[in-house]
């Protein structure tokens, strides 16, 4: 005759069953990573992206999902903007074969909501986050320093050292205005050190998907949501488990004693966002481990 269950192993079945219950109303809600589809908390950014109806000209790309307003968008397009007052002019006209560039940038800055994997956060009084590394494409960085090698400035980092005497920005005393490819001899030099490394210059081509485009055509949608997707799930995700060698990670497992991985169906039900942002089998895993 088969006898019952110890009340022992009744209790421990319950627990599975429990959890395996929860896991299957957890796996069906999707999984939302943090760093995806946020605006920075800056000086003129939307608290969450949407849809704007109309983008002024160059930021039009980002029209239907944007961190910036229809206001700030045209502003973007002015050369002593109320945005930051800040004066693209100051060592004469700028070209308008490099100032698009700049107009491009700050399209990107203020409109785009793919740019969660970068955001730091600083200690300043005008923003509490900025973008830090973003990992710019070979491309977009070369023409924007081809377009602007003959243009001068007298600055090497414009977020920092200027005269502000008069409300806007002009070359400090002491400094000469000189072609951009004298400051900044390679592109490399433009993209990173004008915004104190808000950039980095990528290796990556345009359409790669692991390079930011300052520059798109709508059309195909925006390719910088799927770039900003990798990302995520790349620092969302321990860099030990990223970048560790397959025969090593064997052997971290096997390592595990068998009570951590008891625990690990309540690891996933309270970290949804980890768990499903590293790819681990949702269900797979915890029905080996019960
Ligand atoms: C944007 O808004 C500011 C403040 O309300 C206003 O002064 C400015 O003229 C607006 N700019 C545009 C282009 O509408």
Not at 247 to 275: I, M
Request: net charge positive; hydrophobic share 35%.
């Amino acid at each position: 005759m088969a006898e019952l269950p110890s009340p022992r192993l009744a209790v421990a079945m319950a627990v599975a069953l429990a959890l395996l219950v929860l896991l299957a109303a957890d796996a069906a809600v999707p999984v939302k990573n943090p760093l995806l589809n946020i605006c920075m908390d800056a000086k003129h950014h939307k608290h969450k992206p949407g849809p704007e109806g109309k983008l002024h000209d160059q930021c039009s790309p980002w029209k239907d999902n944007a961190c910036c307003t229809a206001n700030t968008s045209s502003e973007a397009h002015k050369d002593q903007s109320n945005l930051y007052n800040f004066n693209w002019n100051h060592c004469g006209v700028m070209p308008p074969k490099c100032k698009r560039h700049f107009i491009q940038d700050t399209c990107l800055y203020e409109c785009s909501p793919n740019l969660g994997p970068w955001i730091d956060q600083v200690d300043s009084s005008w923003r509490r986050e900025r973008i830090l590394h973003v990992p710019l494409c070979k491309e977009d960085c070369e023409e924007w320093w081809k377009d602007c090698k003959d243009a001068l400035t007298c600055k090497e980092n414009w977020h920092k050292g200027w005269n502000w005497a008069t409300g806007t920005n002009r070359c400090p005393w002491g400094s000469m205005c000189r072609p951009f490819s004298e400051v900044f001899p390679r592109p490399k030099d433009l993209c990173e050190k004008i915004w104190s490394n808000s950039y980095k210059y990528s290796p990556e081509h345009r359409g790669s998907g692991r390079c930011i485009q300052m520059w798109f055509d709508p059309a195909q949608g925006n390719p910088n949501v799927a770039v900003a997707r990798y990302y995520a799930w790349e620092k969302t995700c321990s860099p030990a488990q990223g970048e560790k060698a397959a025969p090593e990670r064997d052997q971290a497992a096997r390592a595990l004693p068998w009570s951590a991985l008891a625990l690990l169906p309540l690891a996933l039900v309270l970290l949804p966002e980890v768990a499903g942002g590293c790819g681990i089998p949702r269900m797979g895993v915890p029905v080996a481990a019960l």
